[in-house]
Nanobody, 124 residues
Framework: QVHLVESGGGLVQAGGSLRLSCAAS????????MAWFRQAPGKERNLVAA????????YYSDSVKGRFAISRENAKNSVYLQMNSLKPEDTAVYYC?????????????????WGQGTQVTVSS
């Protein structure tokens, strides 16, 4: 099992930027796809962005496409989410997650390890 710790959340005005980081420990994440999910109050936890083990392929939900960018540094056992042009509807707790596959990353069922989450609040 891998231990994931997110950081970088906070309060930002609409139009601003934040960079989330996810640091893994306990085992390497370099062989696995990784993802960021988010969950707003009273709503389901949804996939925001995902990246394959090598970083060669990525996925973005329609709501963040063109504004967010996922990346990873396997040497640092870390994954990042750069969030630009933030909107109030991006407000949520953001979770980092590790998939059981190196390249399959679209189903929430494929993720077995989760961080504790970091709060992102975007004010209008």
């Amino acid at each position: 099992q891998v231990h994931l710790v997110e950081s970088g959340g906070g309060l930002v005005q609409a139009g601003g930027s934040l960079r989330l980081s996810c640091a893994a420990s306990g085992r390497t994440i370099s062989n696995y796809a990784m993802a960021w999910f988010r969950q707003a109050p009273g709503k389901e936890r949804n996939l925001v962005a995902a990246i394959t083990w090598s970083g060669g392929n990525s996925y973005y939900s329609d709501s963040v496409k063109g504004r967010f960018a996922i990346s990873r540094e396997n040497a640092k056992n870390s994954v990042y989410l750069q969030m630009n042009s933030l909107k109030p509807e991006d407000t949520a707790v953001y979770y980092c997650a590790r998939a059981t596959s190196s390249s399959r990353f679209l189903s929430r069922l494929q993720y077995t390890d989760w961080g504790q989450g970091t709060q992102v609040t975007v004010s209008s």
